[in-house]
């Protein structure tokens, strides 16, 4: 009775009288993700900026707003897509893994020493994947919930924050990381969920926050 009762806990739908009785989904976790770099830096592997990535943001996207005006009114189309940057926060461990590469990375786009720049923009731009996770780990390998593709990456800024002896938090490293385009691909069925294909927006009792 107790959990019949749970499946009550949600929005009535006027459309759909049976999905107020299958209770509210499981939401995604805000900490319950993982960032992986390929390309970035010079040095191998580049996992070490995964283990460190404190919080990141996800891409967002703005269409240019373009209008047309005509007699008595104006008419809205939209434009161009561009991509905002993505902020990423590093912790800069002790062994210097996280400032090796980052500091590889900027000096791909610009030898500070010499003063030259690199020849085009490929031989320094990079891919970045941000991947939801379901909370699996040890002998259950972590589903993966939605993949973002980040392409043709590269470093727009980096703030290697400040030293204070009042403060006892880790040193961090700031990026501001621009890209030319971004995919978002098909989320997985969970750990304990269904294993066949699911339309996108499909319920599954099983995924259920009750």
């Not at 392409?151 to 403060?167: F, R």
Request: glycine share 6%; aromatic share 10%.
């Amino acid at each position: 009775m107790a959990i019949a009762a749970l499946s009550n806990f949600t929005v009535p739908l006027a459309s759909d009288q049976s999905a107020a009785s299958q209770g509210m989904l499981m939401p995604k976790l805000k900490y319950r993700f993982r960032i992986s770099f390929e390309n970035f830096g010079v040095s191998t592997p580049t996992t070490e900026l995964t283990k460190q990535v404190s919080d990141a943001s996800r891409p967002n996207v703005k269409f240019q707003d373009n209008v047309i005006e005509i007699y008595n009114s104006k008419i809205h189309y939209a434009g161009k897509p561009a991509w905002e940057p993505i902020a990423v926060k590093l912790r800069d461990d002790v062994s210097g893994n996280v400032s090796r590469l980052v500091g590889e990375q900027n000096q791909k786009q610009f030898d500070f020493f010499e003063q030259s720049s690199a020849a085009a923009a490929g031989d320094y731009k990079f891919t970045m994947r941000i991947e939801m996770l379901d909370g699996g780990n040890g002998s259950q390998t972590p589903n993966v919930l939605e993949t973002w593709e980040c392409y043709g990456c590269y470093v727009e800024s980096t703030n290697w924050q400040t030293l204070d002896y009042k403060e006892q938090g880790p040193v961090m490293i700031d990026l501001s990381i621009r890209f030319d385009n971004a995919v978002q691909t098909a989320p997985v069925p969970a750990i304990g969920a269904t294993k066949s294909v699911q339309t996108p927006g499909a319920n599954s009792s099983k995924n259920a926050l009750g």
